[in-house]
């Protein structure tokens, strides 16, 4: 395979400074013309110039109006072009029906769409498509008017009107110079809501979210998210629209959550379009984030972009820094803000810890790749955001915000680096710890792997000096990081204690942020007059594993007095994790003690707690994260112990389950607040334990209020948690909710992807989640061709049910690599997300292992393999 690597990169032999393009929408052969103003770049040896092209067909090719000739080899076109400005002119085609894999221009619905991002554009027409090329794009869309009376592209509408034959015509200009991956059109039956704003600066603009006709009731979330988006970003960033017109559009056929195009986003209809009816509080949740994540990109990735891919977490990283940032200034509350933290930090650890530890580990700044779609992972986003967030740590906000300020007035319009980023950051702060060790803080780009953290507190009762030892491990060869670590001391009463350095004179305050730059250091404190119990790593101010070596006592202190809600919910985890945990190194039957279950309860019952606070501090940590802590993974007795974990909390807090339930209804019209989604939360997390405690005792009370709920709850939320109360219970009404849901909804593919979804992530018992799987690959609504439905079944049972997935007979491996064959020849991208579930194949115990290598060495022999998931087999097998 060809590897692609960092250090080679080079800047073009030419650039492109206009594209005028013209495209005659036919499914089956789109007629492309595109007329490119080509400059030399006097920088670069004179060459050929040699263009991007896949699965295209070339008609002709003109420079300065002359025929030229040109050679086809492979994905590229060559051309020997003069060593001069010249203008370019070629006509080729493509087939957007037979376009499965969803990149570049395909049907959907009857429709077309683009997705261009990363390598797309290349499948529209020849063209170099690496993001440091940036060109002015003018677009004239030609299509039939009945079939696509919408017309859309990047931009302005310049004009528009009808052709001979039933057609008609529309050109769109966009004013900025963009890279490639962000060119989009769409030509389909849509229609939209709109809503014209004025935004602070006194400018009109006119917003509209383009989906099927029967769609728009379900777009009001959408709008409302992409309002309070843009005010945002200009509250808080000072950022503002610079476009007359933004456009959203949905699809149900797309390989992400959504594309941040030019004025253009398109997104998958799974994170547009909701209802109270339809979409569950989560649904909501991740809608607004997902709206305003392809909004802020408008600054951080369109008008700052990547100068190459290895860059992406430049925009990326970026990006979901700001919509969390976003996202948390919307839910409120700080107990909300928290909620959030927990949540971000939740999924974090299931996912990009084992990314980070795993085949496919690399850095938050890629030194190498094979095919870059393989790159948008949890480490260039999530690992990329929390990278974002420790600048804001060092800096605080006021010098983030200064040092964002100074990256667009220096880089505005260009393609930039990481390193471009981290300058800014530093030279807008000079004096700060960041400026004089830019160095070291870029390792947080350069080194994979997740640093592990060793804490342990020394307390002299009659010095009353207390001396904190932190050190950090990262793996084989990597260097010492710059790890910020935000922290307290709290008394036995759990009193916050005053913080004094030795040395110094006074406290300052009870919170600091202790800066861990070297292999091992010592922090002392003194006139410290009672033992305490160290909080660290407050609201997770780093990315790193912690061991503190905390007792239960300690964590127990933690849990009910921190002042750090964070800190209050990682005890409560902690206190789980030690115990699963040491059920399964033990290899005896998890019993839960008494200290933890009242913990529990009185966590339950606290009067001033929030409810979604406390849905999230007594839900267990997730198998991926428990499994992390291992050197040897038996997946199947961390299933047992969890489910075991689950009974136990179920059955000794019954009457306190049945008052959370009562006591946590929601009354009134459906709203998506935080407060009430936190209400809901809890009662459903209540109902699932009523459920299972109740099945196991064979009372038949609470699973049919479940599913007297399932039929008649008035919004989705409610409705979808006691359809997964039953089904996680494996209750015998379990299969009457289900029919019962599919037909209620069978005619709305994104609810009946939640049919499937919960199916595939039910907990598994005596194999009967895995026999339904695969009954469900025959269902009649199953289809490889639609990524939200394969997600919805394949990714879901075998990416995130590792009880369900890892069997000792070695299906799940061979349902795996059957599905990933099957999927790869329609959809690599997609194929390649299903390929990760083996991963972390190389920690598991036998007989998983052998078992698991088998089928990536069955896989792997397959001779038709995509680049994509071939790159990821092999580095699996490596
Ligand atoms: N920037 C977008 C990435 C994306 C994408 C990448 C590869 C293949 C298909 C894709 N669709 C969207 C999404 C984002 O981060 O906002
Ligand atoms: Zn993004």
Redesign the pocket.
């Known amino acids: 395979a060809h590897v692609i690597h960092r250090h080679d990169y080079q800047a073009p032999t030419y650039w492109i400074a206009t594209v005028d393009l013209t495209l005659d929408l036919d499914p089956a052969k789109t007629l492309v013309t595109s007329k490119l103003a080509v400059k030399r770049n006097a920088n670069q040896p004179h060459g050929p110039l040699v263009l991007h092209g896949e699965e295209l067909t070339p008609l002709r090719v003109m420079i300065d109006g002359e025929p030229v000739s040109f050679r086809q080899d492979g994905n590229e076109l060559t051309i020997d072009a003069p060593d001069r400005d010249f203008e370019l002119v070629i006509r080729n085609t493509c087939c957007p029906e037979k376009n499965t894999a969803l990149?570049g221009l395909y049907t959907s619905g009857g429709g077309f769409f683009t997705?261009c991002?990363?390598e797309g554009f290349r499948r529209i027409t020849y063209f170099l498509d690496r993001p440091d090329v940036m060109a002015v794009y003018t677009v004239t869309l030609r299509a039939d008017k009945t079939k696509y009376p919408v017309l859309l592209s990047n931009g302005n509408l310049l004009e528009q009107g009808d052709l001979d034959g039933g057609k008609h015509f529309a050109k769109w200009h966009d004013p900025f110079p963009k890279p490639s991956y962000l060119f989009a059109v769409v030509a389909a039956d849509l229609v939209a809501r709109e809503q014209r704003i004025r935004t602070r600066s006194g400018k009109d603009h006119l917003l509209q979210v383009f989906v099927r006709r029967g769609d728009l009731d379900k777009t009001e979330h959408a709008m409302n998210s992409l309002i309070a988006s843009i005010v945002w970003d200009e509250a808080r960033f000072g950022l503002p629209l610079d476009l007359e017109r933004f456009m959203i559009v949905g699809v149900s056929d797309?390989?992400?959550?959504?594309?941040?195009n030019k004025g253009l986003n398109i997104f998958n209809t799974s994170a547009l379009l909701a209802s109270p009816a339809t979409a569950t509080d989560a649904d909501f949740q991740r809608i607004e984030a997902i709206v305003a994540?392809?909004y802020f990109?408008n600054w951080t990735?369109n008008r700052v972009t990547c100068r190459d891919w290895f860059q992406l977490s430049l925009k990326?990283g970026l990006?979901v820094f700001r919509d969390r940032e976003f996202s948390m200034d919307m839910a409120g509350s700080p107990s909300a803000r928290a909620v959030q933290r927990i949540q971000q930090v939740r999924a974090l650890r299931a996912v990009q810890f084992p990314e980070d530890a795993g085949s496919m580990a690399h850095p938050v700044r890629p030194d190498s790749y094979v095919e870059i779609?393989n790159f948008?992972t949890a480490t260039v986003?999530e690992k990329g955001a929390e990278v974002v967030g420790l600048y804001q740590t060092l800096l605080g906000r006021e010098g983030f915000a200064k040092g964002l300020k100074l990256y667009f007035e220096r880089h505005d319009g260009q393609a930039v680096t990481c390193d471009d980023f981290a300058q800014a950051m530093a030279d807008a702060n000079p004096g700060s710890q960041l400026a004089s060790q830019l160095d070291l803080f870029k390792r947080w780009y350069s080194q994979p792997g997740t640093p592990r953290v060793t804490a342990r507190g020394q307390y002299d009762a009659e010095s009353h000096r207390y001396t904190l030892r932190l050190s950090q491990h990262n793996g084989k060869g990597e260097l010492p990081q710059l790890i910020p670590v935000r922290m307290g001391l709290l008394g036995p009463e759990g009193q916050a204690l005053p913080l004094q350095w030795e040395g110094e004179l006074a406290s300052h305050g009870s919170e600091t942020v202790l800066l861990l730059e070297q292999t091992e250091q010592a922090f002392h404190f003194v006139n410290v007059l009672v033992e305490p119990t160290p909080s660290l790593l407050r609201g997770f101010s780093a990315p790193v594993l912690l061991d503190d070596g905390l007792s239960d006592a300690q964590l127990l202190n933690l849990l009910q007095h921190d002042s750090d809600a964070f800190n209050r919910w990682e005890a409560s985890q902690r206190l789980a994790l030690n115990r699963i945990l040491g059920a399964v190194r033990a290899g005896q039957p998890l019993v839960l003690d008494a200290a933890y279950l009242d913990a529990m309860r009185a966590v339950l019952r606290h009067p001033q707690l929030d409810a979604a606070f406390k849905a999230e501090a007594l839900r267990l940590p997730e198998a991926a994260y428990l499994a992390e802590q291992l050197q040897v993974v038996d997946p199947q007795a961390i299933h047992t112990a969890v489910e075991a974990a689950w009974t136990q909390i179920a059955q000794a807090l019954r009457a306190d389950w049945e008052w959370a339930f009562e006591a946590h209804q929601v009354s009134g019209g459906y709203r998506p607040s935080a407060e009430d989604a936190g209400r809901r939360a809890l009662a459903n997390l209540a109902l699932s334990l009523l459920v299972r405690a109740s099945t196991l005792s064979g009372e038949p009370v609470w699973p049919g209020k479940a599913y007297q709920r399932v039929k008649d709850a008035d919004n989705m939320t409610e409705r979808f948690g006691a359809l997964a109360a039953l089904v996680s219970a494996h209750a015998p009404l379990a299969d009457a909710a289900l029919a019962h849901f599919h037909a209620q909804f069978a005619h709305d593919a994104l609810v009946i992807d939640k049919w499937f979804m919960l199916q595939a992530r039910a907990p598994e018992r005596d194999g009967k989640v895995f026999e339904r799987v695969k009954k469900l690959l025959q269902h009649p609504d199953f289809t490889l061709k639609n990524p939200n439905r394969a997600r919805s079944l394949l990714v879901q049972f075998c990416n995130f049910n590792p009880g369900a997935f890892h069997r000792a007979d070695a299906g799940g491996y061979v349902l795996w690599a059957d599905q990933v064959a099957h999927l790869d020849a329609i959809n690599p991208?997609a194929a390649s997300r299903l390929a990760r579930a083996m991963d972390r194949w190389a920690t598991l115990a036998e007989p998983f292992r052998g078992a698991a290598k088998v089928a990536l060495q069955r896989l792997a022999e397959r001779s038709t393999l995509s680049n994509d998931v071939r790159e990821i087999v092999t580095k699996a097998l490596e």
Do not use: C, K, P
């Not at 797309?254 to 941040?260: K, L, P, R, V, Y």
């Open positions: 990149s997705q991002e990363a797309f390989n992400m959550g959504a594309m941040e994540h392809e990109h990735g990326e990006t779609n948008y986003y991208q």
